[in-house]
């Protein structure tokens, strides 16, 4: 393996290797080449996904981008709200810029369903307007899988009870819940079973949390739940952090399965694991993640359950033809990360382009052998530790032929580049997250 320089993350990069022949696919398909998409979700997946298909398409494709709110607030540094050292504009993303520089159609609504007519698809949206296209790219994030005692609907349990792990509204919940809390109260947390978003996050919410408590009030206890029998990841520079810096902080409990949750009179909130009941006044469940909604509803995963299964040369549906799933939803066996999501799009983005002109001229150029030998995906988390230094966390993966998957070649624990946290991380980090922000959403 060799040694991952760290700077080269910093910059996400705008063209894809797997690009370089883009330019001959669309002569080869010369003056026939129209189609419509339609994008659902305007994630790091899906608005990287509609700017890419226009830019490389030459603005031949026509591409709409439909997301159910008005803008997108990054999961990617949320975690700083909690902390006030970012506010929630800060990370909020306008598409705009998709609109006007790029031609991107952007739709406000809700999709419900997809219906497929002989030559052509229908995406519906909850606000009754209907948009034909020939194929369609869902990329909806994630949904939670419902928690005894704290089902949406009776009452809003997230409200009480913030999981914080879709930005927004949630996260400053969450804050304030924080902020309310006095010298010497416990903070509760439990980590998603795996594979769920920002492998690092959860860890990473706890040392947020951890150095708040121990700067601002003094004295309190972080309380982290895992199910998993140890830290998933990046276990040395949690570890060193729990045991260390926060030790007086933070007590780590492995193998907590999360059983229920309740909420008593006083607003205190007894969470039961398979390793005891605590309870506190705050607590922020993370559940257990499953595909968007429109996934399942689509019938684009197996059993019903998890995430899709995709090809991974172009992140087409294993389950149905015409449907791409590119982000958080799929079981491509990478990270769940805004860093992936946005490299997966640019994938399914070339994919989709070649498909088109194969259609033209018959010709297969999503399987290229040289395309295939060029596909490469990268991911990054950088994680806060303390006020001002982080950790930073890399892999990258190349297209596997054998298989039809996407295997891990480098990653930054196997490289020289210790995975220790220092402020010169926590610098980079705001540089690689406005990279990853202007080239998604810019
Ligand atoms: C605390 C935290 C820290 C993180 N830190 C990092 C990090 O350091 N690096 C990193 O790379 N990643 C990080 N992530 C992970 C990253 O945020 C996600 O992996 C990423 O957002 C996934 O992108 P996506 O486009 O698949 O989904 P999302 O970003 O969730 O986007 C999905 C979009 O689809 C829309 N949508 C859903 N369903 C519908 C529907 N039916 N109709 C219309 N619109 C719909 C939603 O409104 C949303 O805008 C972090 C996550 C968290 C929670």
Not at 188 to 195: G, H, K, L
Not at 207 to 219: N, P, Q, S, W
């Amino acid at each position: 393996m060799t040694q991952i320089n760290r700077r080269e993350f910093i910059k996400i990069s705008g063209a894809s290797a797997a690009l370089a022949v883009t330019p001959s696919v669309l002569k080869a398909a010369e003056s026939s080449f129209e189609a419509r998409v339609v994008v659902v979700g305007g994630g790091f997946a899906g608005a990287t996904l509609a700017k890419y298909l226009r830019i490389w398409s030459d603005g031949k494709i026509k591409v709409t981008m439909v997301d159910k709110n008005s803008d997108h607030v990054s999961c990617v540094l949320s975690n700083l709200i909690l902390n006030d050292r970012l506010q929630l504009d800060e990370i909020t993303q306008s598409f705009t810029p998709l609109q006007d520089n790029y031609g991107v159609i952007v739709e406000q609504g809700m999709v419900t369903g997809v219906t497929e007519e002989a030559a052509f698809k229908i995406v519906h949206l909850d606000n009754n307007t209907d948009i034909e296209c020939d194929y369609v790219v869902l990329a909806p994030g994630i949904e939670f899988i419902d928690i005894p005692g704290l089902k949406e609907g009776d009452i809003n349990h997230f409200d009480q009870v913030p999981h914080a792990w879709i930005a927004g509204e949630q996260t400053e919940i969450l804050r304030e819940q924080l902020h309310a809390m006095k010298a010497g109260d416990t903070f509760i947390m439990t980590v998603p079973e795996s594979p769920y978003r920002c492998p690092p996050g959860p860890y990473e919410r706890a040392c947020v949390v951890a150095d708040y408590i121990k700067r601002v009030l003094g004295e309190g206890q972080v309380i982290v739940l895992d199910p998993h029998a140890e830290i998933a990841i990046e276990k040395e520079t949690f570890e060193q952090a729990f045991k260390g810096i926060y030790k007086d902080i933070v007590t780590y409990k492995p193998n907590a399965k999360l059983e229920s949750i309740e909420i008593k009179d006083n607003g205190e909130k007894v969470v039961k694991t398979s390793v005891g009941d605590f309870t506190a006044k705050v607590v922020n469940v993370i559940p257990t993640h499953e595909a968007g909604k429109i996934v399942k509803d689509l019938k684009l995963l197996i059993d019903d359950k998890g995430f899709a299964p995709v090809h991974a040369a172009s992140y087409e549906s294993k389950l149905r033809t015409g449907f791409y799933v590119v982000g958080d939803s799929n079981s491509s066996g990478q990270p769940k990360s805004g860093h992936m999501a946005n490299a997966q799009a640019k994938v399914c983005a070339d994919a989709i382009i070649r498909e088109i002109a194969g259609k033209t001229t018959s010709k297969d150029f999503v399987y290229d052998s040289e395309r295939l030998k060029n596909i490469k995906t990268n991911s990054a988390c950088y994680s806060p530790i303390t006020y001002d230094e982080a950790s930073w966390l890399t892999a990258v993966f190349a297209y596997e032929t054998a298989n039809n998957s996407m295997a891990l070649v480098e990653d930054s624990f196997a490289s020289s580049n210790s995975p220790h946290w220092s402020n010169d991380n926590f610098e980079d980090m705001f540089e690689w997250a406005e990279s990853l922000f202007s080239n998604t959403f810019g």
